[in-house]
């Protein structure tokens, strides 16, 4: 059957699976319209768009190939558009920011997390609280 990315209502438990038959997902962030998702098995981040109860309402879209990558962060500007994403690229130990628009264009903006040229980034997210929303955490194995 392969992976597949579920959604599930916290307070019930009950859950639907809006993609499923997937394989390689290691990160996925959502918006009002799309699910993002980070596929490290072909080196990609895709979107697809989605109605109010997550069900797919198109084709997926690869935004980002041939990149390391375990995780994603999304750069949302205040309209709510995604306008870059944040790439944690595992096995460069690296964080990656790709321009969406004007049109796709990528550039390492952190690297040597461990400061010891060896580590696994894994994992990067935007801060939640007022203070530290503008700050991209990355995590390091």
């Known amino acids: 059957m392969g992976e597949a990315i ?64 375990d995780d994603l962060a999304l750069g949302v500007e205040k309209a709510g558009a995604v306008t870059k994403l944040y790439i944690g690229a595992m096995y460069d130990n690296t964080v990656v920011e790709t321009s969406l628009v004007p049109s796709p264009a990528s550039h390492v903006v952190a690297s040597n997390l461990t400061r010891t040229g060896v580590g696994l980034c894994a994992v990067v997210v935007f801060g939640r609280r007022a203070m530290d929303k503008g700050l991209l955490y990355a995590s390091v194995a």
Request: glycine share 6%; net charge negative; aromatic share 6%.
């Open 6 to 69: 579920y959604l599930m209502n916290a307070n019930t438990g009950v859950f639907t699976t809006p993609l499923a038959n997937m394989s390689g997902i290691n990160g996925v962030q959502t918006t009002e319209s799309h699910i993002y998702w980070a596929n490290h098995n072909v080196q990609s981040i895709s979107r697809i768009q989605v109605n109010n109860n997550a069900v797919p309402t198109g084709p997926a879209e690869i935004l980002s190939s041939n990149q390391s990558v």
